[in-house]
């Protein structure tokens, strides 16, 4: 049997491709003996281009659309992704059928500890959600922007005080920067889908289907289902720092969102408990729109 996996050319996109194939083996047992891998890999808008901000290209997506576009033109038969570079809107003709367990969901502060940056220091970060975040809790910090591979932002954390690096990249390419300081969701929230994988193939592809669902990880697929609720609720049009970290306790999820100014002045979070990750989803985001004014925030 013949699979064709869409990814990245990354160091992280090829880690992230490799973990899928181990645990497809894993999950199907006497397949490695007739099973061929071929990676096809993808140069997305966002690999092409490194000094453009990520929300001047238009934000999620410009990492996913052309691995996408591999397997919907028959190319590849698999696209792994970050959850978190996802949009919350699956494109027709598309299957989102696996989410494998989640990794540290948490942002990492490289360079020096969050109790320890100094007053007036800069953060090095290409997120507007980190930096609004940040920048809410110590509107003495500046910010500069940070592109590039995860081993070329960890190198170029040197040249600030600290950069923003999402904890998962940091240990599934098992590098140990000198000082690591992983971000509770208090200080910064993480963004949806941040440290987990998601595997995509075609609708019709049944063959595919049934290999690929026996690597979706339950939890992890019920938390990230509804930080994707989360987020469709809020609109696809939105431009503003957007964060919602899902935790599963016993069969009850809690999920925290925030929505915030582009500068961090206004933070508005909101968290509920409930079975129903979808449904709680779009409940946490209606409790930031209605009830705490995002609404306004966002123009409508």
């Known amino acids: 049997m013949r699979i064709r996996v869409a990814t990245r050319g990354s160091a992280l996109a090829r880690w992230q491709a490799d973990r899928v194939v181990d645990l497809l083996l894993a999950a199907h047992p006497g397949l490695d003996s007739d099973l061929e891998v071929v990676f096809v890999v993808v140069e997305t808008t966002g690999d092409r281009d490194r000094t453009t901000s990520l929300e001047q290209m238009g934000g999620q997506g410009v990492f996913v659309k052309e691995v996408q576009a591999a397997v919907l033109a028959g190319r ?16 027709e003709d598309l299957i989102l059928v696996s ?7 948490r942002d990492a502060l490289v360079g020096c500890r969050w109790d320890d940056l100094r007053a007036g220091a800069t953060v090095a970060t290409g997120s507007i959600r980190r930096r609004a975040h940040l920048a809410h809790l110590r509107p003495d910090l500046s910010f500069a922007g940070l592109r590039g591979n995860i081993g070329t932002r960890i190198q170029k954390a040197a040249d600030f005080d600290a950069a923003v690096i999402a904890a998962a990249a940091i240990d ?4 140990q ?14 963004q949806v889908g941040q440290g987990a994988l998601a595997v995509e193939c075609r609708a019709d592809d049944e063959v595919t289907q049934k290999l690929l669902v026996a690597i979706d990880h339950h939890a992890s ?7 994707r609720a989360f987020l469709r609720e809020l609109g696809a049009g939105c431009d503003l720092p957007i964060a919602a970290h899902a935790e599963l306790h016993s069969d009850e999820l809690v999920l925290r969102g925030a929505l915030s100014s582009a500068d961090g002045s206004t933070l508005l979070r909101a968290d509920l408990r409930g079975v ?17 004014g995002g609404s306004a925030l966002l123009g409508r």
Not at 221 to 227: L, N, T
Not at 277 to 288: D, M, S
Request: with cysteine; glycine share 4%.
């Open 76 to 91: 590849a038969d698999v696209a792994v992704h970050s959850a978190k570079d996802l949009p919350a809107i699956t494109i």
């Open 99 to 105: 989410v494998p367990e989640r990794a540290d969901p």
């Open 172 to 175: 599934r390419l098992g590098i």
């Open 177 to 190: 920067p000198n000082v690591v300081d992983r971000l509770e969701s208090d200080v910064l929230l993480p």
């Open 221 to 227: 697929r019920r938390c990230v289902d509804a930080e």
């Open 276 to 292: 129903d990750g979808p449904a709680l989803g779009r409940a946490v985001a209606r409790c930031l729109l209605d009830d705490q």
